[in-house]
């Protein structure tokens, strides 16, 4: 695990490097995006390198992470409403070439199993963008899921209902109970993995992720196993770490060539 600390104008930067060289390789990549308020900078920047040329979507398939389950087609914080708003709104992507997991079908489990096989038939991930949970999470996946997890049904934590509560004009109980997301399993299948967290509402998540034991009880800690992963945080989330100066040093005398 490679941990960045640095801005997020510069994280962002750095990611949208990432992905236009994946998408200049190869045009038909997949794409794994995230919702929440972390990510926006970096598709912001996506939007602004399609404007001026220096990348194209146009024939990238995207897979969403998570979705909550009951929200009706065209809702504010529907998940698909929110990726189409703050990423595929802002780049050429085809919108249906944008993929979730359909969280009101009337057969749930059926659903996930569907979003699985829709995964694999497009060859998998290739970048997933992720952010963190205040307790840990990844996707939805939230404290005690199994880190052989695939898409399932979840129940949010008290915790992310009070964490997401800004999205519904501050009211707990209007964000939903249930989601549909991407498992760790699933997560762990993509071939890197970007995760970014700003904050000191973070640093704690962000702690136990570099830091910790792998642990069901902070399931981004399976992060730990993959081969590929690229964690950007501020000082703020950093705060925490033990190794804090050791990623700085490293990172400033990373060789020019090697990108993230
Ligand atoms: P945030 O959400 O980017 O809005 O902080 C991250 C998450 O809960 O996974």
Redesign the pocket.
Known sequence: MEVVITTPPQAASLVADAVTAIFRGRPDAVLGV??????VLVYDELGRRVERGELSLARARAFMLDEYVGLPEGHPERYRTVIDRDFASKVDIDPANVHGPDGLAEDLPAACAAYEAAIQAAGGVDLQL?????DG????NEPGSSLASRTRIKSLTRQ?RE??ARFFDGDTEAVPRHCLTQGVATILAARHLVL????K??AEAVHHLAEGPVSAMWPATALQLHPHVTVFVDDAAASRLQLGDYYRETFQAKPSWQGI
């Open positions: 995230a919702t929440g308020s972390t990510p992720l952010g963190i949970g205040s999470h990844v996707a939805f992310t964490d997401n970014m967290a700003f904050g509402g973070k």
